[in-house]
């Protein structure tokens, strides 16, 4: 028989697909569905495909205020983030550009810093503004480190680990006022933190479906079409994505994105305020907990992402003590390693206090039962750990 499983709360590193998602993937495999391949023009299977694909541009799109024509689907927002800062940086060179210099955070997503890293061995430089110790980069930040010489200004709206928010809208009018461009990684916030991307100075936006109850291995990047962002391709082959990214389009993946896309734009607002509410008892349940500190904001964040550590405890055996909770103690990238996660020291933890740490994040399926037990599991695992 089959043993319970711990309560589910890595919704930050990926979710279970929603069930309407996974309808919409099924009716785009069979032969009676739409298969084929969306370019293919000669017959109707292909066109019908296509319309799947262009269904989903719309779903996509109509999320967060923009065009389907901004809209070019990658195969996540790894792809889209290397496509992004890669794609520009390429398209300027070849423009004759004399602008070489990058600005980020040192507590970005792996898919923006080493990206980064790599144009500086390029003859880049890339300047890392060091954010709050909520884990916030703000206009006034921005502003410190920007010059005429900054062709791209790239901040996650938000944080992966955190869960703390950027307000990009203010900081892409910072970026655009010095003539550089900017862009965002949306992959934790979009459906739960406005958008608006149409009527805004961001130039580009990477998109993601795992982590809203999508399937993996699809996303998005948003090209702001008034910017007229020159991009250069990186994946070259069959001209698909209007020459930005070469190769087949997966109809049932992005037909999946744009379910979950859709999903979100009818009951993100309710989901948000369900899993603020999940988030509320987290901390309520958790503060009673000896030596518990709550990491990034509690002013903006978004509703289903909970970064706390533990004081005074041996970081290493807190996972492996706490049996009941299936979460993540850093980053899903980095947690193999048992060094400390660079996002908690890049806001200030010491590394003993950021090795105790857990990043616990929720979503659509959870219940108010799991916090509990899940709250439960945690104090039992940090008095025995104190013992
Ligand atoms: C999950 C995540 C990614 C990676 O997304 P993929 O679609 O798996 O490539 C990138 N950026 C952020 C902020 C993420 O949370």
Redesign the pocket.
């Known amino acids: 028989m089959s043993v319970k499983r711990p309560v589910y709360l890595d919704y930050?590193?990926a979710t279970p697909s929603d069930q309407r998602v996974i309808e919409e993937m099924i009716s785009c495999m069979s032969i009676d569905g739409a298969f084929a391949n969306p370019h293919a023009k000669d017959h109707v299977y292909g066109w019908e495909a296509a319309e799947a694909v262009e269904t989903a541009r719309d779903r996509v799109a109509a999320l967060i205020g923009a065009s389907p024509l901004e809209i070019y689907f990658t195969?996540?927002?790894?792809?889209?983030?290397n496509l992004a800062i890669f794609g520009l940086a390429e398209a300027l060179e070849a423009q004759g550009s004399q602008k070489k210099r990058l600005v980020t955070s040192p507590i970005e997503?792996k898919?923006?810093l080493e990206a980064c890293e790599k144009l500086s061995h390029q003859g880049y430089e890339i300047t890392y503004i060091k954010p709050d110790h909520e884990g916030i980069v703000t206009a006034e930040m921005l502003k410190d480190v920007m010059d005429d010489d900054v062709f791209l200004v790239t901040l996650?709206q938000?944080?992966?680990v955190l869960g703390s928010v950027n307000d990009v809208h203010k900081l892409a009018k910072v970026a655009r006022s010095y003539g550089a461009f900017f862009h965002t990684?949306t992959?934790?916030s979009a459906g739960y933190v406005k958008t608006d991307f149409d009527s805004s100075d961001v130039s580009m936006a990477?998109l993601?479906?795992?982590?809203i109850c999508g399937p993996?291995?699809?996303?998005a990047l948003y090209v702001q079409r008034a910017q007229k962002v020159p991009l250069e391709a990186q994946i070259l082959g069959g001209g698909q994505e209007k020459g930005l990214r070469g190769g087949t389009v997966p109809t049932h993946q992005v037909a999946g994105m744009g379910k979950a896309f859709e999903i979100m734009r009818h009951q993100g607002d309710e989901d948000a305020k369900r899993m603020n509410a999940l988030r509320d008892k987290f901390i309520k349940g958790l503060s009673a907990v000896e030596g518990c500190v709550i990491n990034g904001s509690s002013e903006h964040h978004v509703p289903g992402i909970l970064s706390v550590s533990f004081k005074g405890i041996d970081g290493s055996k807190l996972m492996p003590t706490l049996s009941g909770v299936a979460c993540s103690t850093g980053s899903?990238c980095s947690s193999a390693d048992l060094k400390p996660s660079y996002i908690l020291t890049g806001i200030g933890l010491d590394d003993a206090l950021a090795r105790a740490s857990l990043r616990l994040s929720w979503g659509r399926f959870t219940k108010e039962q799991e916090i509990d037990e899940a709250v439960s599991a945690i104090a039992k695992a940090v008095k025995a750990l104190r013992a």
């Open positions: 930050a590193a195969s996540g927002a790894t792809e889209a983030n997503h898919a923006v996650a938000a944080n992966s990684d992959a934790q990477t993601t479906s795992e982590k993996k291995g699809v996303g899903a």
